[in-house]
Nanobody, 121 residues
Framework: QVQLVESGGDLVQPGESLTLSCEAS????????MSWYRQPTGGQRTFVAT???????RYADTIKGRFTISRDNAKNTMYLQMNNLRPEDTAIYFC???????????????WGQGTQVTVSS
């Protein structure tokens, strides 16, 4: 069984930093580009950033320059370093990626359960 598990969400004050993690676990042979999305209460889920297996990255304009995405391929883990956090960054942050399991030739899309980030004074 394959799982994506996010961690690191917390309540922080504006201007502070936070690092989120997302680990893909299970009998995995391949993990494609890994992405973060976020969804504020009552709002839509939107793209935040993507990191590809070769390290290339893509960012949403709203967070460019403040957030840094990275990954450790050996651990099937992705990170999101968030600096200078603002109240509008408050949301549930979700991990998303395509994974091929060892017992299948099919690549499936997976979502994590989300981790809450709250930025408030």
């Amino acid at each position: 069984q394959v799982q994506l598990v996010e961690s690191g969400g917390d309540l922080v004050q504006p201007g502070e930093s936070l690092t989120l993690s997302c680990e893909a676990s299970g009998d995995i042979v391949r993990v494609d580009g890994m992405s973060w999305y976020r969804q504020p209460t009552g709002g839509q889920r939107t793209f935040v950033a993507t990191v590809f297996p070769d390290g290339q990255t893509r960012y949403a304009d709203t967070i460019k320059g403040r957030f840094t995405i990275s990954r450790d391929n050996a651990k099937n883990t992705m990170y999101l370093q968030m600096n200078n956090l603002r109240p509008e960054d408050t949301a549930i942050y979700f991990c998303n990626t395509n994974i091929q399991r060892a017992d299948s030739s099919t690549i499936r899309n997976y979502w994590g359960q989300g981790t809450q980030v709250t930025v408030s004074s």
